[in-house]
């Protein structure tokens, strides 16, 4: 072989080498979007679901606190009576 050829054997392999580093970079840039924007809608989803629990513990307790007054309100009528019983004993 001589000086020429080698040239052209070098620049092939350069260029091959080249491509292979290009490709490798867009491929994992790829991947690293792709990563990202599956990290975005799995944290939206959980955004979702976390403001629907939320939604449903404050529902719960707007609910106990319901039921708390309601309590109260049967603790007086219940010492009422038990006071008109008395009075009638």
Do not use: P
Not at 61 to 87: A, Y
Request: aromatic share 4%; proline share 0%.
């Amino acid at each position: 072989m001589n000086e020429h050829e080698w040239q052209e054997v070098i620049g092939t392999i350069g260029i091959f080498v080249l491509l292979t580093a290009v490709i490798i970079t867009v491929l994992c840039q790829v991947a690293v979007t792709w990563r990202a924007k599956a990290r975005l809608a799995r944290e939206s989803e959980y955004r979702a679901l976390a403001e629907s629990a939320i939604a449903g513990q404050q529902a719960v307790e707007r609910r106990l606190e319901e039921i708390g007054r309601h309590v109260t309100e049967l603790s007086s009528r219940t010492d009422s009576i038990e006071r008109i019983l008395k009075d009638v004993e």
